[in-house]
């Protein structure tokens, strides 16, 4: 649907010197206290209770209205079932970048990100 919509230049009204507004930030998609057979990002309080944390990196079209719409999204989880670091926003948005130029390498677009 947004390819649809930049491409009949239906959201053309809301760039910024040519360039879509394209918002890039983590979000918490689930939180729970049990582990699951889906590889998560684990947490563990200084109480000993563990947090399994499903989260993602997601990309948005932002406009000066507040409107916002979803433009791609690249999981934050373990990459390899042996590996000993845990995924982050870094290297999900390596990811991210390389689905947002496969789908929409011709839109000028400027990203912000924290």
Known sequence: MTYSLLR?????????????LVAIDGVNVLT???????????????DGQDLYMYNALEAKIVTCTG???HVATAFI???EPNATK???ETKA???LAEILKNRY???????MAD
């Open 8 to 20: 009949g230049k239906v959201l053309d009204k809301f760039r910024l010197d040519g360039d879509m």
């Open 32 to 46: 729970l206290k049990r582990m699951t057979d889906v590889p998560c990002i684990t947490q563990q309080h200084a």
């Open 67 to 69: 409107l916002a719409i």
């Open 77 to 79: 989880d373990y990459q």
């Open 86 to 88: 845990q995924d982050c």
């Open 93 to 95: 948005f390596y990811r």
């Open 105 to 111: 390498g011709r839109t000028s677009m400027c990203l």
